[in-house]
């Protein structure tokens, strides 16, 4: 684990591994520690690096700047992964794995830098903007984080998290889940819930994606439908769609073993294995 301190938080990362830079982006409201299983079976392939967005994990924003940056838009977020390629010297294009609001941070991040990435894959995610629902939503958990705290979202999200099937027969992911989505704070969540609720819709970015791209979907996922998945695969060239069974949201966690075959499919079929 390595610290980095950009000017108004200080930033945890994994960093492990060499070949292809290949950056994880974790969803809400998580951190790195999702990615547990990929850094230790795909370092032998990848150059893997997975940081801990401002406001999850070990990332700790500096006192009261959370609230000169809110909302933490996708754009945002997009520029603090930029800032760590940056700061760890990488200019070769990487491949970009998010999940959910990593998802969407990757679609920022494609938009604003173009030449920074290699590949994609866009997991459990989707390219369009928030509905009116949503956006009604994401104001609820704003007002429920404030008065209640971090607890009253885990309680709310956590069921959902996983397909119903791990969620009844696997305690203990279930509680290492819990844990991840506690160690979010306040101002995490404050500010990537306003950052998603303005986030632009992506879906017209899509057809201009000419690059190596993979999506994969739990079948069970509880946030994203299958349309919105195949969606994006008939609007992106040449990708590759994968609906993961008996997995749900975290697909990576639930499946990681399947999940992992499919990136290191990817990466020797279009990366050629180590750079
Ligand atoms: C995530 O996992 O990042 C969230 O479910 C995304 C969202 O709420 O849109």
Redo the contacts with the bound molecule.
């Keep these: 684990m390595k610290n980095m301190r950009p000017s108004d938080y200080s930033l945890a990362l994994e960093d492990r591994g060499m070949g292809i830079p290949l950056m994880f982006i ?5 951190n790195r520690n999702i990615w547990k299983r990929q850094w230790e079976d795909l370092a032998d392939l990848v150059h893997v690096i997975a940081p801990d967005l401002r406001g999850h994990g070990e990332s700790v924003l500096a006192a009261n700047e959370a609230r000169n940056f809110y909302p933490f838009s996708m754009e945002l977020l997009a520029d603090d992964c930029v800032h760590v390629l940056d700061i760890l010297k990488i200019t070769q294009p990487v491949i970009l794995c998010g ?4 998802g ?1 941070i990757s679609f920022a991040l494609y938009r604003k830098y173009p030449d920074r990435v290699a590949g994609l894959i866009l997991a ?3 390219s369009n903007a ?1 509905s009116p629902d ?1 956006r009604i939503n994401r104001q609820n958990a704003v007002d429920l984080v404030r008065s209640s705290g971090v607890q009253s979202i885990v309680d709310s ?1 956590l069921p959902r ?1 996983l397909a119903p099937k791990t969620f009844a027969e696997n305690p203990r992911l279930v509680q290492q889940v819990q844990d991840i989505m506690l160690s979010s704070t306040v101002e995490g969540i404050i500010g990537d819930s306003l950052g ?1 609720k303005d986030r632009p819709d992506s879906t017209g970015l899509l057809s201009g994606i000419h690059l190596p791209t993979l999506i994969l979907l739990g079948a069970e996922d509880q ?1 994203i439908s299958t349309r919105e998945a195949e969606g994006m695969h008939a609007a992106i060239q040449d990708s590759r769609l994968v609906v993961m069974p008996d997995a749900g ?1 975290l697909l990576n966690m639930e499946k990681p073993e399947l999940f992992n075959h499919e990136i290191r499919g990817f990466i020797n079929s279009f990366f050629g294995g180590k750079q």
């Excluded at 974790?26 to 998580?30: D, E, S």
């Excluded at 999940?99 to 990593?102: F, K, P, Q, V």
């Design positions: 974790h969803g809400y409201p998580l999940l959910s609001m990593g969407y459990a995610t989707r928030d949503a999200m998290m998603m946030f949201h």
